[in-house]
């Protein structure tokens, strides 16, 4: 069965620091996807990254980055100098390649961002 | 803006009735998926639909039922309302067909639902 825990319910962090949100995933396909989403206050879903299991490369955007290792079944997130904008809950999910490809959510993480 | 429109933004409405949310899909995805977020069961897939046809059902009530039209919208109908369905709807779209490799699911704003 696919799984997807994000250990960390809430994260506090106070401006400008750094925080890596966590997230391990199961499952026994050999071809999957994973992906980050945000829901600000607001409540929409945003899509943030993709990766792929064949592709380990890691990833930077601005002041977002992804660590994808698969020896430890993980695919956090990193936000550097943290801004109250970052303030949302973040959902890492996971989907595998079969019809259907539905996505696998984790409990999602609240991160709040304070001045 | 994602490009995936749902309507209502909100609906209240009573235990026992039936509503319908609606979801016009971004240009050019054939596949439309419905997910339900409410606080104890976090986010969870429904229903899926590509160009017209189901294609994987999830955790969806035999109380709910979706279809897809020949312009690709979807509609996703809730019956026999309880208390427990009080929960916001997500319905998100992508292009590929299932199978084809997994492609990147956008999301609408969602409805909220209450039921009283």
């Known amino acids: 069965a696919q799984k997807v825990t994000q250990a960390q319910t809430e994260i506090s962090v106070v401006e400008k620091e750094d925080v890596t949100l966590d997230c391990v995933y199961e499952?026994?396909?050999?071809?999957?996807?994973l992906f980050w989403y945000k829901q600000p206050p607001s409540g929409e879903l945003v899509f943030l990254i993709r990766?792929?299991?064949?592709?380990?490369q890691n990833e930077i955007s601005g002041r977002y980055s992804w660590n994808f290792q698969k020896s430890t079944s993980s695919f956090n997130f990193t936000i550097t100098a943290s801004q109250v904008v970052d303030s949302a809950v973040y959902f890492c999910a996971l989907s595998i390649n079969q019809a259907g490809t539905a996505l696998i959510f984790g409990k999602g993480t609240t991160l709040s961002v304070s001045s | 803006d994602s490009g995936v429109t749902q309507t209502p933004k909100h609906l209240i409405t009573a235990t026992g009735q039936r509503v319908t949310l609606r979801c016009s899909p971004r240009?050019?995805?054939?596949?439309v998926y419905w997910y339900q977020q409410s606080l104890d069961q976090g986010l969870q897939f429904l229903i899926q639909?590509?160009?017209?046809?189901?294609?994987a059902k999830g955790n969806i009530l035999e109380r709910f039922s979706a279809q897809q039209f020949p312009d690709l919208h979807s509609e996703l109908n809730l019956s026999s309302l309880e208390l427990g369905d009080s929960a916001l709807y997500f319905c998100a779209s992508s292009v590929r067909e299932p199978g084809a490799g997994s492609d990147t699911q956008y999301f609408g704003p969602g409805t909220r639902l209450t039921v009283l």
């Open positions: 990766r792929n299991s064949f592709d380990e």
């Open positions: 240009s050019g995805d054939l596949s």
């Open positions: 639909y590509y160009n017209g046809e189901e294609r």
């Open positions: 499952t026994r396909d050999t071809t999957y996807y």
